[in-house]
T-cell receptor
Framework: DAKTTQPPSMDCAEGRAANLPCNHSTISGNEYVYWYRQIHSQGPQYIIHGLKNNETNEMASLIITEDRKSSTLILPHATLRDTAVYYCIVRPHNNDMRFGAGTRLTVKP | GAVVSQHPSWVICKSGTSVKIECRSLDFQATTMFWYRQFPKQSLMLMATSNEGSKATYEQGVEKDKFLINHASLTLSTLTVTSAHPEDSSFYIC?????????????FGPGTRLTVT
């Protein structure tokens, strides 16, 4: 069962903010929202995670709606190197990561 | 951050032979490691969960006798593809959860591309 829904692809202009949405309407109270990305032919890279509060780190910001049924990953100033497939995953802390189809983000010059 | 390595990064083998892929956590101990498989233009599919010192837990549809997993130490897990066939050609990725701390991050290896001819 797909726990998250993401658009299959998005484009973003270099230097602009990239806002990647994720729907997780069936999220449980003990499940966190994680974001990973995978650049072509590499292993996934951790970006950020959160439970219910908005989070920010050096890579991105995570905005989670109050009802926790959706979230948005924000890359504030996208670069060409941010072109990748972005995966939104919900899971309790110690469980395995199960990947959906993700969003293929293309940053264009 | 923590580093997970895989060896080899790519391998070509003949149909019917076996190939072993190593996954190592370089600067942390991992009680749990995971193995994924990724076909071209598809997402990662979890194959099995590997716990140090115990038998691996395989996902439904994954043949445990074909994909042998050994997690003999806190820093090493191996995946052996036995009697490989061309349909086993794929990108194999491992990940590890540190034995310490909050374990909210899974660290992923760079992947191993297997081509069976």
């Amino acid at each position: 069962d797909a726990k998250t829904t993401q658009p299959p692809s998005m484009d973003c202009a270099e230097g602009r903010a990239a806002n990647l949405p994720c729907n997780h309407s069936t999220i449980s109270g003990n499940e966190y929202v994680y974001w990973y990305r995978q650049i072509h032919s590499q292993g996934p890279q951790y970006i950020i995670h959160g439970l219910k509060n908005n989070e920010t780190n050096e890579m991105a910001s995570l905005i989670i709606t109050e009802d926790r049924k959706s979230s948005t990953l924000i890359l504030p100033h996208a670069t060409l190197r941010d072109t990748a497939v972005y995966y939104c995953i919900v899971r309790p802390h110690n469980n395995d990561m199960r990947f959906g189809a993700g969003t293929r983000l293309t940053v264009k010059p | 951050g923590a580093v997970v390595s895989q060896h080899p990064s790519w391998v070509i083998c003949k149909s019917g032979t076996s190939v072993k892929i190593e996954c190592r956590s370089l600067d942390f101990q991992a009680t749990t490691m995971f193995w994924y498989r990724q076909f071209p233009k598809q997402s990662l599919m979890l194959m099995a969960t590997s716990n140090e010192g115990s038998k691996a837990t395989y996902e439904q549809g994954v043949e445990k006798d074909k994909f042998l997993i050994n997690h003999a130490s806190l820093t090493l897990s191996t995946l052996t593809v036995t009697s490989a066939h061309p349909e086993d050609s794929s990108f194999y990725i491992c990940s590890a959860i540190p034995a310490y701390g909050t374990a909210y991050e899974q660290y992923f290896g760079p992947g191993t591309r297997l081509t069976v001819t």
